[in-house]
């Protein structure tokens, strides 16, 4: 018997099976001719182990930042479990109970917002977003179209061809257009690399300032709405300075723009607040949510918006047209409604908010201490969420090549630690480290992470 329990035999014919059969995500198959696929077997709080009984501790929560509570949660299982039995699906144009529950647990965790539409997936919640924007125009004014959505460069919001037409990452959507019409890119705000090659706070915070040019340029009467996340993720962990979405605000208000935060990475706690914004002074029209919340246990995504938005779609039922015409068959089945419902609790009864700004501090601090290798570049994050920028020279900031990365990454995973990276986002940028441990995440686990960092950076410095 292996270590996990499974036959020797089986494990081999299980490695072959993955090689022939399984068609990976984000990955060049060419490699498992020399290397072997990486097959996860079972998990507990933060560690994992793989087919072979190898152990790791998960310094990325399930490899992109959506096991929130960590793994061997019971309870959510058989919460899950419990509602398949009962009853495992209608479709949403009925309600269920536990999707009814967690709707009202989202709009108590929102207060400003009003009512949740539940999909699977972010890609899928962001899509419903950009329809909504539209119809919502559509149903409002018969005298222009405001059907354009601007998206914010460095930004990730999703795989389908909508969502990566919103995306400014141009590596994610290299070889896969044409893409939408109507999807325009502004400038991102990452003060490290400044995109108006100002210094903060000597700057007016011009980053957000070139939105309005932008407006005036598509037209105000054509742009519906922006879309941006609260803190940048799979772009490069970005938090924008405390000024920057009042001011975006303030510009989407005057011209009639909705504002949607795209929540699927940093809702449900990853930052230290149960949603990524409230860090800032700004409330959006909608906001999508998906990976922390049911902690990946199922899969579940939702838009959440306004009543001021909801309202516009309450039409005469004879008008065949002005209702919200969509449907996700799985979109809130129960199943995942109640693994949510499950995992909330958890995050609130055992304060993990608190825990991931508590930790996530001490995180970031003992991070900073690396900047005493020259090749660090910069350290930024909140909560339990940090990235590590690393540059061959720290006057011109020139990224440390790909391969470079790599080898630290090699040296982190030796020793028994896995970390993220920018991969396949922004050209020449894809040199940074993320880490985005379970919110369960204790001291003692950031100092085998740090530790971990730390060795990997001597390694290839020495
Ligand atoms: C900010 C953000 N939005 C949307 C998505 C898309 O979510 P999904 O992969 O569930 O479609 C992601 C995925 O990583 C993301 O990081």
């Known amino acids: 018997m292996s270590h996990t329990g499974l036959m020797q035999e089986s494990v081999e014919a299980l490695l072959k099976q993955d090689r022939d059969y399984l068609w990976h995500h984000l990955t060049q198959h060419k490699v498992f001719q020399t290397n072997e696929p990486l097959v996860m077997v079972e998990g507990q709080g ?14 990325t929560s399930g490899g992109v930042w959506c096991v929130n509570v960590g793994y061997g949660r019971d309870s959510i299982a058989d919460a899950v479990c419990a ?25 108590s965790l929102l207060p400003r917002l009003g009512k949740v539409f539940f999909s699977n997936s972010g890609s899928e919640a962001n899509e419903k977003a950009f329809k909504m924007v539209r119809q919502y125009f559509r149903l409002k004014y018969k005298d222009k179209d405001k059907y354009k959505i601007l998206y914010r460069n460095r930004d990730y919001h999703g795989t ?17 257009g044409p893409f939408l019409e109507g999807f325009v890119e502004f400038p991102h705000a990452c003060c490290y690399r400044c995109p108006v090659a100002k210094t903060y706070p000597g700057c007016s915070i011009e980053c957000a300032l070139a939105l309005e040019a932008m407006i005036q340029r598509e037209g105000p009467d054509t742009v519906g709405a922006i879309i941006v996340e609260p803190i940048t ?15 975006l605000q303030k510009i ?29 002074d700004v409330d959006p029209d909608m906001v999508t949510m998906a990976k922390g919340m049911a902690s990946a246990y199922m899969p579940l995504s939702a838009t959440v918006v306004k009543n001021d938005v909801f309202d516009v779609f309450l039409n005469d039922p004879a008008d065949k ?44 601090g003992c991070l900073k201490e690396l900047r005493a290798f020259p090749i660090v570049g910069d350290v930024r994050g909140r909560g339990l969420f940090a ?38 986002s922004l050209p020449g940028l894809n040199n940074i480290i993320n880490l985005a441990p379970a919110l369960v995440a204790t001291r003692a686990d950031i100092d085998r992470i740090v530790l971990a960092i730390r060795n990997a950076i001597a390694k290839v410095s020495s």
């Not at 993720?233 to 001011?247: Q, S």
């Not at 969509?326 to 419902?341: E, N, R, V």
């Open 83 to 107: 509602q398949l039995k009962k009853m495992p699906y209608y479709a949403g144009t009925a309600g269920n109970i536990p999707t009814i529950q967690f709707a009202r647990k989202v709009i």
């Open 233 to 247: 993720a799979g772009g490069g962990i970005i938090a924008p300075v405390k000024e920057y979405y009042p001011l």
């Open 160 to 176: 389908t061809l909508a969502a990566l037409s919103a995306t400014g990452q141009q590596e994610r959507k290299e070889s896969y």
């Open 387 to 424: 990235g590590i920028e690393f540059v061959e020279d720290r006057k011109t900031k020139q990224p440390v090549s790909e391969p470079f990365l790599m080898s630290i990454i090699k040296g982190i995973a030796d020793q028994g630690v896995l970390v993220g990276r920018t991969n396949r």
């Open 46 to 59: 933060l560690i994992l182990k793989d087919i072979r009984g190898r152990e790791y501790l998960d310094a």
């Open 252 to 280: 989407c208000r005057k011209y009639e723009v909705l504002m949607i935060m795209d929540e699927v990475v940093c809702g449900f706690g990853r930052t230290g607040k149960m949603f990524g914004y409230e860090h800032f």
């Open 321 to 364: 047209m002005a209702y919200f015409r969509d449907i996700s068959t799985y979109g809130g089945c129960a199943g995942a409604c109640a693994a949510a419902l499950e995992s909330t609790r958890i995050i609130e009864e055992e304060h993990l908010c608190e825990n991931s700004r508590v930790v996530g501090d001490y995180l970031l």
